[in-house]
């Protein structure tokens, strides 16, 4: 399949998880960091109306030649759910004598290793597909599940979002629609419920959030949780303003994701290790301190660039700083949603 060229600010850090799935998020191996600083120097210039990468080579090309060549890993969460790493975002998997259930689908060019990841679980087939949101590191294994004869289930933005051309004003790009053989077959609008193989998944949007096509998926038996990239777990997150995202967004469903979950729940991110609701609330607190110090700054009548010259996330970076979302590229995301 050959699809246009793709960009998103996720996608970048989904180089670093596939080149090192096994290393901290909170630290990262800088080899490894430096290596991607040619690709994504532009991203000091962020927002300018300029294409952020200057040179004219995709970055998906790069993160695709990363994808072919990296390990995708496996690791057991509780009873019969693992969750997969090394492509795109966090995948997970529920496998059972009915078949096996995915929660995202990674890069399409690590189809083999997903698939072999896969087959080392069990040889049932994949019978669905959940979708937690529209961008490419999480749906551009749709065709190739879908033609295996997966069913796609999504929030009915992120059909949308895949059957038209999209326009990401934070990265200067349009997005062509994917291919019908790649779009969601099963869509709902907030709430919806799947018995499979003894297990009862819930599906839920809040609305809009990272972008106006998310939802989370709870496996109330085994209390296991895929957020999708509503919570990124130790670095900042990307958040698309282009599609309905925003920060107060964010912040709302995380709240509402948090009444939902207890200290013994296991939390898939969207990106980062597995976590817990501790990890989410000090997530979630980072995103409101942040949030306000940005939006005092700019009643102030503090430009974007004197907002970021203040560094108003400047306690929190060594913890959160560490990756390609930088404490100037997150202060300028939430500068544009206050």
Not at 310 to 331: E, H, M, Q, R, Y
Request: charged share 20%; net charge positive.
């Amino acid at each position: 399949m050959k699809k246009s060229t793709i960009l998103k600010t996720s996608a970048i850090r989904a180089v670093y998880s596939m080149i090192c799935p096994q290393q901290s998020a909170n630290a990262p191996d800088h080899r490894v960091l430096f290596g991607l600083i040619t690709l994504f120097a532009a991203l000091a210039g962020f927002g300018t109306p300029a294409p952020i990468f200057a040179q004219g080579v995709s970055p998906v090309i790069k993160i695709n030649e990363e994808a072919a060549k990296a390990d995708v890993t496996t690791q057991s969460l509780r009873a019969n759910i693992s969750v997969l790493m090394g492509s795109g975002g966090n995948i997970t998997v529920l496998t059972g004598a009915d078949g096996k259930l995915m929660v995202d689908g990674g890069l399409a060019v690590s189809r083999p290793k997903i698939q072999a990841a896969l087959d080392g679980l069990g040889a049932a087939p994949v019978k669905y597909l959940i979708n937690t949101h529209w961008h490419w590191d999480h749906t551009d294994g749709n065709e190739w599940l879908k033609a295996q004869g997966a069913t796609i289930i999504a929030q009915e933005n992120t059909l949308k979002r895949l059957s038209a051309t999209t326009r990401v004003e934070d990265w200067d790009y349009t997005f062509n629609p994917w291919p019908v053989s790649a779009r969601p077959t099963v869509t709902f609008k907030t709430d919806k419920t799947l018995r499979f193989d003894g297990e009862t998944i819930i599906m839920k949007n809040y609305g809009r959030g990272h972008t106006d096509t998310d939802i989370w998926v709870y496996f109330k038996n085994a209390d296991v949780m895929a957020t999708g990239d509503i919570f990124w777990n130790g670095v900042y997150p990307f958040i698309d303003n282009s599609t309905g995202g925003g920060i107060d967004e964010m912040i709302r469903w995380a709240n509402e994701t948090l009444k939902r979950v207890t200290d013994k729940t296991i939390i898939v991110p969207g990106h980062g290790p597995v976590g817990t609701r501790a990890q989410f609330v000090e997530f979630r607190d980072m995103l409101i301190a942040v949030r306000e110090r940005v939006a005092r700054l700019k009643k102030q009548g503090k430009s974007i660039d004197e907002t970021v010259a203040a560094k108003p996330t400047a306690d929190f970076d060594p913890k959160w700083g560490n990756f390609v979302i930088s404490p100037a590229l997150f202060t300028r995301l939430v500068y544009a949603g206050v």
